[in-house]
Nanobody
Framework: QVQLVESGGDLVRSGGSLRLTCAGS????????MTWHRQAPGKAREWVAT???????FSADSVQGRFTTSRDAAKNALYLQMNSLKPEDTAVYYC???????WGPGTQVTVSS
């Protein structure tokens, strides 16, 4: 079965860093467009970043210069490196196969001030 599982979320102080991992199974993450989204309580789900098969990356203005996404084909994993974290980054983070119904269960990131 095609599955995604996120991990790496934690409680971190403002200005700190975290690396989230999205472990894929049942498909090669290197062959599809992968995305990261996040959702804070009371807010709509927000697109964060995208990684295309050729290596091109795109990110939302709100995280530009602070977050980067990458993948390791050998481990079939997608990563989101988050630096200079702000309280506004607090949310549940999800990975997704682009424009599909395949999502992971999410991982909680909480940034304290």
């Amino acid at each position: 079965q095609v599955q995604l599982v996120e991990s790496g979320g934690d409680l971190v102080r403002s200005g700190g860093s975290l690396r989230l991992t999205c472990a894929g199974s049942g498909f090669p993450v290197s062959d599809v467009i992968m995305t990261w989204h996040r959702q804070a309580p009371g807010k709509a789900r927000e697109w964060v970043a995208t990684l295309a098969p050729g290596g091109a990356t795109f990110s939302a203005d709100s995280v530009q210069g602070r977050f980067t996404t990458s993948r390791d084909a050998a481990k079939n994993a997608l990563y989101l490196q988050m630096n200079s974290l702000k309280p506004e980054d607090t949310a549940v983070y999800y990975c997704q196969i682009f424009e599909s119904t395949t999502w992971g269960p999410g991982t909680q990131v909480t940034v304290s001030s």
